[in-house]
DNA sequence: ACAGAAATAAAAATGC
DNA sequence: GCATTTTTATTTCTGT
């Protein structure tokens, strides 16, 4: 592969990644925003990343990390009411 | 406003952060995706991401130099059709 | 007061901060030595991570911020099997 | 390992993080305690925070210092009986 | 696979 | 009280 078209490749492959990471920075800028609107209508910014938290959870409730959080719960006698 | 009403507000602005944030997820993982990409044809992905980190660098420095011309323009009341 | 005796009083006051950070950081320094030890016997530190996470909400269930992410999550319909 | 045993000792780690979790939060208690205090007899808190971080920077530096002198003096296979 | 480093996300604190 | 800035915590990545 010659210099230049490996230099071509690579400012391409470069360009890609700023593009994909502005866009990542623009959604992150949006859910920035989506709190800040909850926040002016009133709603509590924390508990809402925690019922996110919670519904991700319950999501992926069959994943193995989530099976370990169980077992442990259990084996300190914890009562999951949120059942993972 | 009646509880009803916040309810499903509440829930839209927590669908609106749950899509957000899976997009954002999904960006990442493309962005992953280029390194690997770009690994695999050969490059040094470390290398890519400081030549990355120095134009983002340079960017700033450039657009603080723009936001300190557009101030003296807009002092002298001077129209900027152009892009500096 | 005097410069002299203001000076004396900042170093005091400056070292009294550096002795308790210093301590901080030691403290902080042991309970990575915990997740440490931990790990080396097999468990699974982000697992522990959590269940400690989990029964700091309900050491504190009686917080207004529980009362208020359990009220979002009845909004939602959500079934909190672990009762906060 | 039987599960009791196992059981036991993940209760006993995690308590031991709980407790050292709650030391650090009462020396970060402290640690503002005595800000207050600074701050009420009339010194700047922003500044002090300053100096704290820069003392904080040289002490670094001096660490680094030693540890090269160490090493020479390693290299020399020189005892050294005192601080540098 | 792990340790260590870097980046990101979340929480806390200060100042207005 | 809100917004900004600092700290802290968690997650992710990379090299060994």
Redesign the pocket.
């Known amino acids: 592969m010659s210099d230049v078209i490996a230099a071509d490749q690579l400012r391409l492959l470069i360009e890609r990644v700023e593009r994909l ?1 502005g866009e ?2 623009g959604i ?1 800028d949006d ?1 920035k925003d989506v709190f ?1 609107e909850a ?2 209508t009133g709603f509590d ?2 508990a809402m ?2 019922i ?2 919670m519904r991700k959870l319950e999501k992926h409730k069959r994943d193995e990390q989530q099976a370990i959080v169980g077992t442990y719960a259990a084996a300190l006698g914890m009562q999951l009411a949120f059942d993972i």
């Open positions: 990471e990542k920075q992150a859910i800040g926040k002016a910014v924390k990343r925690t996110i938290a």
